[in-house]
């Protein structure tokens, strides 16, 4: 594939020489998500993309940063024919919808939120087990 190639939306291709996982396309502009090896620290929006081929085995799709980038910077890989199935991009997708929705979470003042967390009472010991019932 060379000038005039087009692309699909579950197409990996390059951005240079790193792996991208193509999202939307539309005119000359794609919508990719960086794809990862596996590492021990891993973010809170990464997908594992290890069901959905045999190539993509050690794959991590991060859904954090989702880059535009103009279809002229991207070159195929494999001839076109390495692609993700529509429930791992299905999956990817919902990632950046959480991930998009903590930062906008993360951004609001303190004390608009309010937390799930409660801290243990102090004195309490808890149900009484055992022996007559207190009164």
């Not at 087009?6 to 240079?16: D, E, K, P, V």
């Not at 070159?75 to 991930?99: F, I, K, P, T």
Request: proline letters at 5%; aromatic letters at 2%; a positive charge.
């Amino acid at each position: 594939m060379g000038k005039g190639q087009s692309f699909c939306r579950g197409q990996i291709a390059l951005r240079g020489n790193k792996p991208v996982l193509i999202l939307a396309q539309e005119g000359t502009l794609c919508l990719v998500a960086k794809l990862y090896p596996p590492q021990p620290a891993r973010h809170r929006s990464d997908v594992d993309l290890s069901g959905s081929a045999i190539l993509l085995r050690n794959c991590i799709a991060r859904a954090a940063n989702l880059l535009r980038c103009d279809v002229s910077t991207l070159s195929a890989m494999a001839d076109g024919v390495l692609c993700v199935g529509e429930a791992a991009l299905q999956h990817v997708e919902q990632a950046a919808r959480r991930e998009l929705a903590s930062r906008a979470q993360e951004q609001l003042p303190a004390g608009v939120v309010r937390s799930t967390w409660r801290a243990p009472r102090w004195g309490s010991c808890g149900r009484k087990v055992g022996g007559m019932p207190s009164e």
